[in-house]
């Protein structure tokens, strides 16, 4: 009990300290790199190092310099997180005193959503002697890095090689922003907080050895079936792999064909040895399929690019959809027919459609097996096919010209023979969603018949993909585990 005590009470202490007392959000930089490029000892190995140029004129006195920044605090910081500067794209300025920037680049990005808030140049820039960072969107541990080419201004002082150092300016609300350093000793707290960390970790050592009852911990064994939303089926494919090489005992088999079928096949099923995932809530008359919200689940129109199409207003697309734009130069595209190419009936990701952009109103019946010309007997109008899964209708979209869909926002930036469409000027992130700017996403929820045993596979895999890697894998593919949300309240049943 003491061990268990102390093993509690000083990491927790320590994390206080931290992460409360010295600040949770917390904006770390670090000048990695602030050499000159002109030889110390002349040598034939120089190469192109001796020709930086600028505008075609070589720099007379350059320096190189590499920047890292990074979230080393204990929450996300999100772009509203920024302190207001003179201008609002702006979350971070340093300037270097006596140099001017000549060029910069940036060279490392840890996640690749971070290069959103570095397209089309917006926050990002370099001002006579300053760098313009943008707000950047940071999640723990995220950071980037940026190298830029400085030459020394005219008239400046100071021996070559010895430069006044960068000045930082910017602010993290509720936060800050602190320089981070390599250093190559340890704090005697460091020192001693392993020390007892050592010492401890030997105690309970022995104390394992002695037992003869320890388990792996929250590792559940036995067989999952797993069905339902196939914009949800490739988190949950490589959440499983992941699990079973964690807990060897455990076997899934998964076969997710939409949520309409994974609930009628975990109607049938009462037993613990099924999961079903929806892209939304059950529909009536399930009473014994209980929800848990596992993610928040971003969407987007996409569109075949002889569309001329990428960016629409709600209304637009309700017209689109009512059949009352029948060709996109009506709305300012190529004079190309509209295709519609939709999930069919039962799938969650048509029913976000449905709810979150069209009002509550229902997508018309399919007219068109191959997308591009009416069924024999089918009405004359605007041509609307259906198809199984994500993938078919990412495909059949890019291979259907004027062809508009819709799917999960991860599986369509992996292709890149579509476009994706913006909603009233709003792009599909998760900071536009989670403050309502942006209309077309849903809870991904995970539903058992019942509620499952707490030490049985189901209920051990649905703790992991919330609380464990399955997180970080939810993350990779481009949406956010609830509890990420500035309002987590928005992921639950209404």
């Not at 190995?45 to 140029?53: C, F, I, Q, Y």
């Not at 069905?227 to 792999?241: L, N």
């Not at 089918?378 to 062809?403: H, K, M, Q």
């Not at 077309?440 to 703790?463: C, I, K, N, Q, V």
Request: with cysteine.
């Amino acid at each position: 009990m003491a061990l268990a005590t102390l093993g509690v009470l000083v990491p927790t202490v320590a994390a206080v300290y931290e992460f409360v007392i010295k600040g949770r959000k917390r904006l770390g930089y670090r000048v990695q790199m602030d050499t000159t490029v002109t030889d110390v000892v002349q040598s034939e190995h120089a190469g192109p190092l001796r020709e930086l140029r600028e505008g075609g004129d070589p720099l007379a006195k350059p320096t190189l310099v590499l920047l890292r920044i990074e979230n080393n605090g204990a929450s996300f910081i999100d772009t509203h997180d920024y302190a207001v500067l003179d201008d609002s794209r702006v979350g971070l300025r340093v300037r270097f005193p006596g140099r001017r920037v000549a060029g910069m680049v940036v060279t490392e990005l840890s996640d690749d959503y971070l290069s959103d808030s570095f397209a089309n140049g917006g926050g990002f820039a370099a001002d006579g002697d300053s760098i313009e960072l943008p707000r950047t969107p940071m999640n723990r541990s995220a950071h980037y890095k940026v190298l830029a080419a400085l030459e020394r201004a005219d008239g400046s002082s100071g021996n070559q090689g010895t430069f006044d150092p960068p000045l930082v300016t910017g602010g993290i609300k509720g936060g800050r922003i602190v320089e981070t350093q390599s250093r190559t000793g340890t704090p005697k707290r460091a020192i001693a907080l392993i020390g007892f960390l050592v010492v401890l970790v030997v105690a309970q050592l022995l104390v394992f050895l002695r037992s003869s009852t320890a388990t792996s911990l929250d590792c559940a064994t036995g067989r999952l079936d797993v069905v339902g939303s196939t914009a949800f089926a490739p988190i949950v494919r490589e959440a499983a792999a992941s699990y079973r090489r964690l807990c060897p005992g455990a076997e899934f088999t998964i076969d997710m064909r939409g949520s309409g079928e994974g609930f009628q096949a975990l109607q049938t099923t009462a037993g613990a040895s099924m999961l079903a995932f929806s892209d939304g809530e059950k529909p009536d008359g399930m009473p014994a399929l209980l929800p848990r919200p596992i993610a928040f689940f971003l969407f987007t129109m996409v569109t075949n690019a002889d569309s001329g199409v990428q960016d629409l207003t709600l209304e637009q697309i309700r017209r689109t959809y009512r059949g009352e734009v029948t060709n996109w130069r009506e709305i300012g595209g190529k004079d190309v027919p509209v295709r519609l190419v939709s999930r069919n009936p039962g799938s969650g990701t048509r029913a976000a459609l449905q709810r979150r952009v069209l009002g509550g109103v229902r997508e018309p019946g399919s007219n068109s097996d191959d997308c591009r010309t009416l069924d024999p007997g089918a009405e004359l109008g605007v041509i609307r096919c259906a198809r199984n899964s994500t993938e078919d209708v990412l495909r059949t979209v890019a291979d259907t010209p004027g062809a508009l869909g819709y799917a999960e926002l991860g599986a369509a930036t992996s292709r890149d023979d579509l476009a994706l469409v913006r909603i009233g000027g709003h792009r599909a992130t998760v900071s536009e969603a989670d403050h309502g700017t942006y209309p077309f996403w849903e809870t991904e929820y995970g539903y058992t018949h019942g509620e499952p045993d707490a030490h049985s596979l189901a209920a051990s895999f649905l703790r992991y993909l919330t609380n464990q890697v399955g997180a970080d894998i939810i993350r990779a593919n481009g949406d956010r585990p609830c509890a990420d949300l500035a309002n987590p309240a928005i992921c639950r049943p209404a």
